[in-house]
């Protein structure tokens, strides 16, 4: 397939709307992440059991649920850009107040931190479907994605450094200052624009409309469906991964630790190249279909993964990152394609819903499967049944598209 070049003005607009938006997302993943890898000290003084903080990343995705669920009806009001300040504006005030160290401070931090999260992404595609062309539209929507995998690198380097070096509860409004700054550059960089308020429908009337958007059509319907199934598989790989490798495989902790870094950064390289080959072979859902089908073969086969070499090992770890992380950014630029035009902020924030429930009932589901069978691996290849479901589903679309392409 031929790649149209970009004309020189709309390639300068289309790289600054593409770096702000991934630094957002950059930015957003690792506050809220924040704590988990400074669980233990910062347990102590939360005075509560290290383990809790599961509980605060699931608080903080169920208000992410609630944002992208508004998200839609505050984007008509307000515009991209000015959601987008104040999701940094959250992230900010909930970064500072969870140096508190206080619970019910912590709680509505956690709150205030997952709203911002779940209404930046679909300002931030609305602000990328504006000036992404369509033949490069994966590929872009993927780059910023990527900064998902990378924000959650960042948390686990820095936050314990940071931690050792001055504390964390020193640290947390210092890097406060980061998303402000974000808040600078979008309100020098959008000064001259203008944006009237736009009354309409109440957010709950807002989100019931976009939910029949999001349902009035089958390929969003299938996107939405493979956004809860493909993120709870992958959030529950992020979350046992090392667990596995230390209670069913003899691993020490660090070099676990070490190697689920490694898978991250996998997981983000596989964002960009998802996207590029998507572009490349022109349909979306026929990557969507083999990042599934890759993703099952490769949880069914992490029950013979003791028996392997330990670079064996490691390297389907990581070939299992790659798929799993994969599919994030083609299924945003499929929602954007399939939008209604002048919808995608809308759209998105509806479609989103779907992939917060599973990043919410992943893991809790994988708790409930392991209590059962008792080992990390064989509840991998129990929950493949997700990802496979959603690979034979992102199939019949592809095909389904292919042949009203043709008609």
Known sequence: MLIEPIPARDAETLRHALIVTSLIQVAATAIALALTPIAPRAALDFGVGAHLVGYQISLIYFAGAIGSATAGTLLHRFGAVRIEIVALALFALGL????????????????????????QN????????????????????????????????????????????????????????????????????HRDERHDYRGGASLLRGLMQE????WGRGELRILSLLGLLYSAAQLSLSAFIVLMLVDN???????????????????????????????????????????????????????WLPGMATLVQIALLCALG?????????????????SPIGQTGRVMGGALVYTFLGVMMGPSSFAVIYEHVRDYA????????ATGLGGVAAALMAMRVAQVRRV
């Open 96 to 119: 500072t107040l969870l140096a508190t160290a206080r619970l019910p401070v912590a709680i509505f931090a956690s709150l205030l931190i997952g709203f911002g999260y779940g209404i």
């Open 249 to 303: 495989d003899g691993w020490p902790l660090i070099e676990a630790g070490a190697v689920a870094g490694v898978v991250q950064l996998f997981g983000a390289g596989g964002r960009v190249f998802w996207g590029w080959l998507a572009d490349r072979a022109g349909s979306g859902f026929a990557i969507l279909s083999f990042i599934g089908i890759a993703s099952t073969a490769g949880m069914l086969a992490l029950p």
């Open 211 to 214: 939910q029949k958007l999001v």
């Open 122 to 189: 679909p300002a931030s595609s609305q602000i990328l479907g504006r000036v992404s062309p369509p033949h490069r539209r994966n590929i872009i929507f993927s780059i910023k994605q990527a900064g998902v995998p990378i924000g959650a690198v960042v948390a686990s380097f820095c936050f314990p450094m940071l931690d050792k070096a001055v504390g964390w509860r020193a640290a947390f409004p210092v890097l406060a200052l980061l998303p402000l700054m974000l808040i600078w550059h979008l309100m020098r960089a």
């Open 378 to 385: 064989q509840t991998f290849a129990i929950i493949s049944v």
């Open 322 to 338: 790659f798929c799993l992380s994969g599919w994030n950014g083609v299924a945003m630029a499929e929602i954007a394609r399939f």
